[in-house]
């Protein structure tokens, strides 16, 4: 059905609802358009759809989802014209590795591919493309949305107004915060736990090859990636930048998708790959991870390690920042002073929750100067343990945002605010332009944005 044919049905539709009354609950429709916007309708299929996948994300639905799906299906469909008459492009990459981490996310929250599709009623090639078109959608809204709101900014005279202009209960509060600086580094392992390591996926290997064993079967039962092990060890659809080097230059080299690859060492640990399909510049493969143990004797002589440059840090004879050019293994600080960098902010600034747990509970109780005795953790980036010693730089109590402390913040606040209010009314001079039908048993809602409803 073309576009015209299906705009015609559309309005014959709207027509007879009118006429006949009809309810929001129809019996025996399998669809209906329910929602008209310009030239393009919107059906009760896609409010059930996006329904289903905030279920399944997790995400809350604020109030009516017969009302707030279509509303924001309708708002969408506004941002989606805007671009197409702006030539707005996203690009297309980027867009299929949001799909496949998606899929993934499915796959691992309902338990198989079988059960997704089963729940879905759809197959994967269907459901790969359905969320190709969702997620291409999102992206050129977002960046028609920044196109609009792109040139808005703000001198430090008009945040200054702004923020006198505040009442006492409108200012925001500024969570404590704290500035940290680290030296890390895992203990050596022994070569003997390597070649264990090694031994072990080397009988895998031929379990496999001699097909007495399936590698989905071993990776859901061995394999310390947690999350591609429920998956039988798949990982999605990737690119090559997408992954560890060393782990690319093998994955990317498999052929024949009955072949075990060679052992492949990463910062992760130990692997071996088994190619799935291979579909222009990305791979789908699965993979088993070991990891070695590092024995607790060899922990205790990196505390040990730790604690003596903590004591020599103290007595003065380096620096906290000498010994992190000499020791620390932390790649993320070691060029940087040892300072621990917000990967969520881009600062160097961290709310509590944003630390790692083993370090939050730490420094929570340090004051700024002090040097924590050693401790171990799991470092968040590889998901292996190292020891540790931290320097509390500074700390920055919970407290309502001031001008002298804060500007950085009430300057990103007040221009969020005029962004907010300019998206706001662009869409409601963009209902005013634009030609809009809701079917009448679709329309009683507190919509956000009055002006679906035309008198």
């Not at 996926?201 to 591609?228: K, Q």
């Not at 004797?297 to 007595?315: E, G, P, Q, T, V």
């Not at 600034?349 to 083993?358: A, C, R, S």
Request: aromatic share 8%.
């Amino acid at each position: 059905m073309n576009k015209q044919t299906l705009i015609l049905f559309s309005f014959i539709f709207l027509s007879f609802v009118q006429l006949s009354g009809q309810t929001k609950e129809p019996s025996n429709i399998v669809d209906e358009v329910i929602w008209i916007i310009g030239d393009e309708a919107i059906l009760r299929s896609d409010v059930e759809e996006q329904r289903l996948r905030a279920q399944y994300e997790g995400t809350p639905i604020q109030g009516d989802p017969d009302c707030v799906i279509p509303e924001q299906i309708a708002i969408n469909k506004l941002f989606l014209h805007q671009a197409q008459l702006d030539s707005i492009e996203v690009n297309e990459t980027t867009v299929m590795n949001q799909v496949e981490n998606r899929l993934n996310f499915f796959i691992a929250q309902i338990g198989s591919k079988e059960k997704v599709e089963e729940y879905f009623n759809k197959n994967m090639t269907q459901l790969r493309e359905d969320l190709r078109t969702v997620f291409r959608e999102q992206m050129t809204i977002q960046q028609m949305q920044q196109k609009l709101v792109g040139d808005i900014t703000s001198t430090p005279a008009e945040v200054r107004r702004f923020y006198n202009d505040l009442s006492e209960d409108s200012i925001p509060t500024v969570p404590a915060q704290t500035e940290l600086q680290i030296i890390s580094f895992a203990p050596p392992v022994p070569i003997e736990e390597v070649n264990r390591i090694k031994e072990r996926l080397r009988d895998f290997t031929d379990r496999i090859n001699s097909g007495s064993t399936d590698f989905s079967v071993l990776a859901r039962l061995y394999s310390e990636d947690t999350e591609s092990a429920k998956r039988g060890g798949e990982l999605g659809f990737l690119g090559r930048g997408e992954l560890v080097p060393e782990f690319a230059a093998v994955a990317f080299n498999l052929t024949d998708p009955k072949k075990v690859s060679r052992i492949v060492q990463t910062e992760f640990g130990y692997h071996i790959i088994q190619l799935i399909e291979k579909r222009g510049d990305r791979i789908n493969c699965r993979h088993i991870l070991l990891k070695p143990r590092i024995s607790l004797d060899d922990k205790n002589k990196a505390i040990l390690k730790l604690d003596s440059i903590a004591d020599d840090i103290r007595n003065g004879k380096e620096t906290f920042e000498e010994a992190v050019m000499y020791f620390s293994q932390d790649k993320n600080s070691a060029m940087n002073a040892g300072l621990m960098l917000n990967e969520k902010t881009g600062t160097s600034k961290f709310e509590y929750q944003d630390l790692p747990q083993e370090v939050a509970k730490v420094v929570y109780n340090m004051n700024v100067g002090e040097i924590s005795k050693p401790f171990s953790m799991i470092d968040p980036k590889t998901n292996k343990e190292v020891v540790a010693l931290v320097k509390v730089k500074s700390k920055t109590p919970n407290h309502k945002a001031n001008l002298t402390d804060d500007y950085q913040m009430l300057k990103n606040y007040y221009e969020g605010k005029k962004k907010e209010e300019f998206i706001k009314n662009w869409i409601v001079k963009k209902q005013e332009e634009t030609y809009i039908s809701i079917d009448p048993a679709w329309q009683n809602c507190n919509f956000e944005y009055p002006g679906w409803i035309k008198k």
